[in-house]
């Protein structure tokens, strides 16, 4: 039967031999953390830069020109089935109005892009709506006339609009330009009150807005 002090000597002696091997680890990782260090210093890494170029122009397009279009297209049902598009005067001037977002979209992308992809793409975006805004042309070929109900849904439009509005404060301008085309397509008296409360309430929320981005452009 082994002794107490040969017991106490075979723990110690298995306690040294312990702590060798995890010295002996602890050695090893950190020669392995070196030589990692090491390699990754010496390795070759390519550096990426954030470029802002192209970013204003393809903002704007996704943003602006996307949200104009479609808006648009809303107001060119809304002054089909009023039938506004039976003058070719008036869709000659709407054409005209559609045309500058575009034209703006496609001035910023010749001036800010980053390369030939980022252009085609911005140009095949802004080609589509172009194309939209030469519907009213292509819609006045279908010479719908004006109904007795013409201009009760151009203010009741102008109201989708002002509704709009209070999300995305920049439609206030669909909404004034639909009440002001109700006014003069000779309404009856409850038409003509129910186009002004739209210029009522459409005006000082699109001098709010003004104010607004006046404000946030000068802060």
Do not use: C, E
Request: charged share 10%.
């Amino acid at each position: 039967m082994p002794s107490l002090f040969n017991l106490v000597i075979t723990d110690t002696k298995v306690s040294k031999l312990t702590a060798k091997f995890l010295k002996m680890i602890h050695s090893t990782m950190d020669a392995q953390r070196l030589s990692i260090s090491a390699l990754l210093l010496l390795l070759p890494v390519p550096a990426f830069a954030f470029s802002a170029a192209g970013s204003t122009a393809t903002a704007f397009i996704i943003l602006v020109l996307g949200g104009f279009t479609l808006l648009n297209l809303v107001l060119n049902a809304l002054f089909f089935f009023a039938g506004k598009y039976q003058s070719r005067r008036f869709s000659k001037v709407h054409t005209l109005g559609s045309l500058i977002v575009p034209l703006i979209a496609l001035v910023l992308t010749v001036m800010d892009h980053r390369g030939f992809a980022d252009i085609a793409f911005n140009l095949g975006l802004i080609l589509v709506a172009i194309a939209l805004a030469l519907l009213p042309l292509q819609l006045t070929l279908s010479k719908r006339a004006p109904s007795q109900h013409s201009p009760l849904i151009l203010a009741l439009g102008a109201f989708v609009f002002l509704a709009i509005a209070y999300v995305i404060p920049p439609v206030v301008l669909f909404a004034v330009l639909v009440a002001h085309v109700a006014l003069q397509s000779q309404p009856n008296n409850k038409t003509r009150i129910v186009s002004f409360a739209a210029l009522f309430i459409g005006y000082p929320l699109m001098a709010y807005w003004l104010y607004q981005t006046l404000q946030m452009f000068t802060s």
